[in-house]
């Protein structure tokens, strides 16, 4: 069974920074590509950024430049580390290594204040 423990998330002023983890367990997390979405509040949950099993990189618009998708193979965790945070960037922050995943981790709370 995979585990997704995401952390990392708080409470950040706009225009700062905050690094999200993802421990995962059960998966051959060197061959699976991995995704983080979010879901704001009243809002559906969106893809945010990916990163192939082989480093390649692909993010949603709107974070494009501000937030970098990366892995560690040996410690078996994703990262994704957020800059230049606005208000539109609060929600609860999921991993997964699904692009459609009917199962979810408990995700972490990011709060961006104006």
């Known amino acids: 069974q995979v585990h997704l423990v995401e952390s990392g998330g708080g409470l950040v002023q706009a225009g700062g920074s905050l690094r999200l983890s993802c421990r995962v367990s059960?998966?051959?997390?060197?061959?699976?590509?991995m995704h983080w979405f979010r879901q704001a509040p009243g809002k559906q949950r969106e893809l945010v950024a990916s990163?192939?099993?082989?480093?390649?990189?692909d993010y949603k618009d709107s974070v494009e430049g501000r937030f970098t998708i990366s892995r560690d193979n040996v410690r078996t965790t994703l990262f994704l580390q957020m800059s230049t945070l606005n208000p539109d960037d609060t929600g609860i922050y999921y991993c997964n290594y699904l692009r459609n995943p009917t199962r979810w981790g408990r995700g972490t709370q990011v709060t961006v204040s104006s």
């Open positions: 990163i192939s099993s082989d480093g390649i990189t």
């Open positions: 059960g998966l051959i997390f060197r061959l699976s590509a």
